[in-house]
Nanobody
Framework: QVQLVESGGGLVQAGGSLRLSCVAS????????MGWFRQAPGKEREFVAA????????RYADSVKGRFTISRDNAKNTVYLQMNTLKPEDTAVYYC??????????????????WGQGIQVTVSS
């Protein structure tokens, strides 16, 4: 089992920045690729960004490319999502997830094995 706990969410004005953190416990963090997903009210959960176990490969949704950056610190068992130039449409509950695959970071919700409880990000216009 892997336990994931997100932090860093909140309310920010459009154009502002937030950094989400997700701390993992329970198993060897570096054995997992990590991803960030989000879910807005009335919408399905969608992929935001993912990073390989080593940090050497990353993937982003087109909607956040150039604005968001995913990174990880395996010594701290933590994955980050730096979110810049936030827009009202970024408002959602953001989830951290762990994927036991050792290949290229994946983008499908069904491919991730463990999930955090989610954290709210609200961007006001």
């Amino acid at each position: 089992q892997v336990q994931l706990v997100e932090s860093g969410g909140g309310l920010v004005q459009a154009g502002g920045s937030l950094r989400l953190s997700c701390v993992a416990s329970g198993r060897t963090f570096s054995n997992y690729a990590m991803g960030w997903f989000r879910q807005a009210p009335g919408k399905e959960r969608e992929f935001v960004a993912a990073i390989s176990w080593s940090g050497g490969s990353t993937r982003y949704a087109d909607s956040v490319k150039g604005r968001f950056t995913i990174s990880r610190d395996n010594a701290k068992n933590t994955v980050y999502l730096q979110m810049n130039t936030l827009k009202p449409e970024d408002t959602a509950v953001y989830y951290c997830a762990a994927d036991s695959s050792l290949g290229f970071p994946r983008v499908s919700v069904s491919e991730y094995d463990y999930w955090g409880q989610g954290i709210q990000v609200t961007v006001s216009s």
